[in-house]
């Protein structure tokens, strides 16, 4: 029987996510292996563009922008109702 479906353990201790490919977005799901925790395009092995971050009860959490790895532009937090909570602006001044 495979474990394909479960976290794996790096050698420091910490979970990887599990995660897929669609569409060229990166989908990483919470440790239920069933809710998304993540989802966005990678450049490499950076993220880039557009992200999305999720509860494990499935609402939104975060919202971003990544240019070359790094965090840029308006980034939102959501609250647990999905309305905002906060707006932040990464770009460095």
């Known amino acids: 029987m495979g474990n394909e ?31 998304m925790w993540s989802k966005g395009k990678m450049l490499g092995d950076q993220p880039d563009g557009y992200w999305e971050w999720y509860r494990a009860v499935g609402t939104i959490k975060r919202t971003g922008y990544f240019e070359n790895g790094e965090p840029v532009g308006e980034w939102i937090t959501y609250d647990s109702n999905g309305e905002i909570y906060k707006t932040t602006n990464r770009d460095k001044k």
């Open 5 to 35: 479906n479960c976290d794996m353990i790096q050698r420091n201790g910490v979970k990887e996510k599990k995660l897929e490919v669609v569409d060229g977005y990166t989908i990483k799901y919470h440790a239920n292996g069933k809710t």
